[in-house]
């Protein structure tokens, strides 16, 4: 049976056992905060369980390393319709020790790109437009780094209010311990510091 075939086979049972109703919420986060994490596997139900939140209480948006490689992409756009739309009032930037964002090695994810059979015509077609692979998959020395690089980002972010605090959290991946970097609330002179 292939993987497609179990997760629908499994879902027709979720459904038909109403497992759904445990989850049932609105689209505004309860606790009304915005997170940026990492898609790292080891944070899927650790990182709920070890900051308290159930279903319904965050907005979380998740990426490679939690990181923000520009001011208008599509992690930053998430952050904003969270803020303006869904009435966020505070942002987390929560990182993890053992990130696979930290010391990327982009010339060797463009070697793997070669071995899985992506042309040097597209690749370099791709630098002749503008994108430079070496900005694209850049990666952080420490997560300490990608982490403030975010919050720097967002708290200095032209559409993002004064009235909303950005903070900046590590993670241990195994533990849950969270580390704060940066308080918000302390940082911005917009908290009277």
Do not use: W
């Amino acid at each position: 049976m292939s993987l497609v075939s179990q997760l629908m086979e499994y879902n027709k049972q979720f459904v038909d056992q109403k497992e759904y109703e445990a989850y049932l919420t609105d689209k505004y986060p309860d606790k009304k905060i915005a997170i940026l994490t990492c898609m790292d596997t080891r944070l899927v139900e650790l990182l709920p369980k070890a900051l308290n939140l159930r279903n319904g209480d965050a907005k979380i948006i998740k990426n490679a390393g939690a990181i923000l490689t520009q001011p208008f992409g599509s992690a930053m756009r998430s952050i904003l319709i969270a803020i303006y739309e869904m009435g966020a009032r505070e942002v987390l930037v929560i990182g993890h020790y053992g990130c696979g964002m930290t010391k990327l090695d982009a010339k060797a994810m463009v070697s793997k790109f070669k071995e899985q059979g992506i042309s040097e015509q597209v690749l370099s077609t791709l630098e002749h437009s503008g994108i430079r692979m070496e900005r694209f998959l850049r990666g952080f020395e420490s997560p300490e780094e990608g982490v403030l690089h975010s919050v720097e980002i967002i708290r200095n972010h032209p559409l993002v209010p004064p009235t909303v605090p950005v903070h900046g959290f590590i993670m241990h991946p195994d533990t849950g311990t969270l580390e704060l970097l940066v308080e918000g609330y302390k940082e911005d002179p917009a908290f009277g510091s």
